[in-house]
């Protein structure tokens, strides 16, 4: 009995040897971490579904250690397991991979900084809704040297970078059309030029030639 365990055993062996395989993935190092997903937990899942073994080259973890010693390139990631398994594993990654280069583009452009608070809007209401618009990830950040630009950083596809990025240019070109004038008034016209509801300054802005959309609106006149 023992021989014929033995046997069947030495056999099964064999047979998982046989379908052992294991291939090598070129994917640039800047999309290893993705990938991984926190703390491995990506490449644990699909190592778990297809039971695979998935590495990546030294230096690629969180903590800069790498997941083994398997001697590596920086652009490559091994995969390592039966047949079906590494087809599936590696039929994965690389939708993976698609998504991420498609979805995780910059783009780096600057607006005059007297732009920016219109940009921004009140509260932030204004950006906040050319990214709920477009989907695209924005970031204002700080005036150059001179003062004078302002970097915008716009993270998404390319679709949402363009669509983002136009809508931020529409408000910047605006402000740069504008003049700045100051006139008195007395206070007590003040309640009628405003209007019920800001309605009063919303059709003077309109007669003027200025735009429809209440959030360009917002600052054009003060009192």
């Known amino acids: 009995m023992s021989v014929c365990i033995y046997v069947v055993s030495l056999a ?6 046989a379908d052992e395989t294991s291939e ?13 997903g926190q703390s491995g937990k990506y490449a644990t899942y699909l ?66 900084t007297p732009a920016v608070a219109r940009i921004l809007g009140k509260g932030g209401i204004s950006i906040n809704e050319i990214k709920n618009e477009t989907g695209a990830q924005i970031d204002v950040d700080n005036a150059d040297d001179s003062g004078t ?21 529409t408000i910047s070109v605006q402000i740069g059309e504008e003049a700045t004038d100051v006139i008195t008034i007395e206070s007590k016209f003040h309640r009628t030029i405003i209007g019920a509801g800001a309605q009063g300054l919303k059709d003077l802005v309109n007669r003027c030639g200025g735009p429809s959309d209440p959030k360009l609106q917002a600052g054009l006149i003060r009192l």
């Open 47 to 112: 190592e778990d579904k297809y039971s695979v073994k998935i590495t990546f080259p030294r230096g690629s973890a969180e903590n800069g250690e790498g997941k083994t010693r398997e001697q590596l390139k920086s652009d490559e990631v091994l995969v390592k397991g039966g047949k079906k398994g590494v087809a599936g594993a590696k039929s994965e990654l690389m939708e993976a991979l698609e998504w991420e280069k498609e979805s995780n583009n910059v783009l780096r452009f600057t607006v005059p």
């Open 24 to 36: 090598v993935l070129k994917i640039p190092s800047q999309y290893h971490s993705p990938l991984m």
């Open 12 to 17: 099964n062996y064999c047979s998982q040897q």
């Open 149 to 169: 630009s302002t970097n915008i950083i716009v993270r998404g596809t390319q679709k949402a970078i363009s669509a983002a990025k136009a809508a931020i240019l």
